[in-house]
Structure formats: C-alpha cells, structure tokens
C-alpha cells in the first residue's frame, strides 16, 4: 500500500535558517507528491506539488523535488520567518481517490 | 467565496451521546471528504463521496456515518459516542480527482471531546 514517512518534529529553527524537512514515500506507479501546510488553528493549505519524476514544486520561497530514484520529495527553505511556524504534512495521491499523508512535522522559528 | 465551512468550532460530548458535524462548501466541488486528526498525527480518512448521493468508506469508518444529499452538504453523523473519537474533525473538497489538478480545500476543523 501507500505510506509517507516524514521526519519527527518539532523541529526548532531561528529565524533566517535553512529549513530541510525529510519525507519519503512508498507507492506503486507514479504518484503526485504534495506538501500541505497547517497555521495554528486552522485547516490544512496546499503549498507545493510535483506531478512527475523530477518536477520542482514551489511556493513562497519552499521548494521540493521529486526524486523518483531515492523516493523522497523533501521540502526546503533558504530563510525561515516567524511566520513560517506551523504544521508541514507531505502526501501523495497515486491514481486512486485519496491523499495518503505523513505524521506531520512541527516547525517552530524563533525571533 | 466562503470556501470550506464547518461548525461547530468545538464540542465536548458524553460517551453514548451522538452528534452530527456539519460541513459545506460553496465551490461547486463534486468530491468531498472527511479526515480525523490525532495529537501528533496525519490526517486519516474517514469517509469520503464522489458526488450527490454516492458515499464510500475511508481508512476509518467505524462508528461513523455520511450522508450527501446536495453538492454543498456532506455531514458527518457519530452515533453512540466512545473516547477514541475524541479527536480533531476536517472537512475538505475538491474539484477533480485527477492528479494534475489535485488540490483539496481544507475547513478550519471541529475539535471534538468525548468524556
């Protein structure tokens, strides 16, 4: 079956870093990877996707590449802000009609 | 576009007491689903439709039920109500299910209590 495997959090940064949050997968076939992201007390915003092997994602500053070969579609940023603290989940969608997500990794950005 | 609404916001409920959340959204969208999410974990669904009066089960549907009788409304029923409910409710739609143009629209979730 489909799985997602993220990187525990929470993960603590201070403001400017580099931001790396790992998440791989295991799927059949060929599916779109996702990274949805969740501010304190709401729901879930998509952030970026990749539809194919190699595909780069990106948005406000967050970029993740699709690496079919190492399955993973990490999701990185040059320089963090405050604003920047929430909730990350990777998922996947392979041709059938659900979002598989990860655990979720916990972001913290500290002035 | 209100997007995704869900209420209520919060609700503490008794064990064997039931109780429906409600979820609408005003996007047009054909599929629409449901997800719990545990402190600490993903979202897993619970059950998910393809459209008006077509319903189908997710990862987690016991104690659960769906109905879908407009494209706007897809409420979420829990009869009978245990402490492994207790949890956070969202509510999503989305246009297509094809992947190139996969995008769900989250609600702002129902934070839900059993005791």
């Known amino acids: 079956g489909n799985s997602v495997t993220q990187m525990e959090g929470p993960v603590t940064l201070s403001e400017e870093a580099f931001l790396t949050i790992n998440c791989t997968y295991t799927?059949?076939?060929?599916?779109?990877l996702f990274w949805y992201v969740q501010y304190p007390g709401e729901g879930l915003q998509l952030l970026l996707k990749a539809t194919k092997a190699d595909d780069k994602g990106s948005n406000k500053g967050f970029e993740a590449t699709y690496r079919k070969e190492t399955t993973s579609f990490h999701l990185e940023k040059g320089s963090v802000q405050v604003s920047d603290s929430a909730v990350y989940f990777c998922a996947l969608n392979n041709a059938g009609n659900m979002l598989t997500f990860g655990g979720g990794t916990r972001l913290m950005v500290k002035p | 576009n209100a997007g995704v609404t869900q209420t209520p916001k919060f609700r503490i409920l008794k064990i064997g007491q039931s109780m429906t959340l409600q979820c609408t959204q005003d996007?047009?969208?054909?599929?629409m689903y449901w997800y719990r999410q545990d402190p600490g974990m993903g979202l897993k669904l619970i059950y998910y439709?393809?459209?008006?009066?077509?319903?189908d089960k997710g990862e987690v549907p016991n104690g659960y039920n769906v109905s879908r009788s407009t494209t706007e409304d897809f409420p979420l029923r829990l009869e009978l109500a245990a402490p492994s409910q207790t949890s956070v409710y969202f509510c999503?739609?989305?246009?297509?299910?094809?992947?190139?143009?996969?995008?769900?629209?989250f609600g702002p979730g129902t934070r839900l209590t059993v005791t």
């Open positions: 439709s393809v459209g008006a009066g077509i319903t």
């Open positions: 999503a739609s989305s246009y297509s299910l094809t992947s190139d143009s996969y995008e769900q629209y």
């Open positions: 799927a059949t076939g060929y599916p779109s």
């Open positions: 996007m047009n969208h054909n599929y």
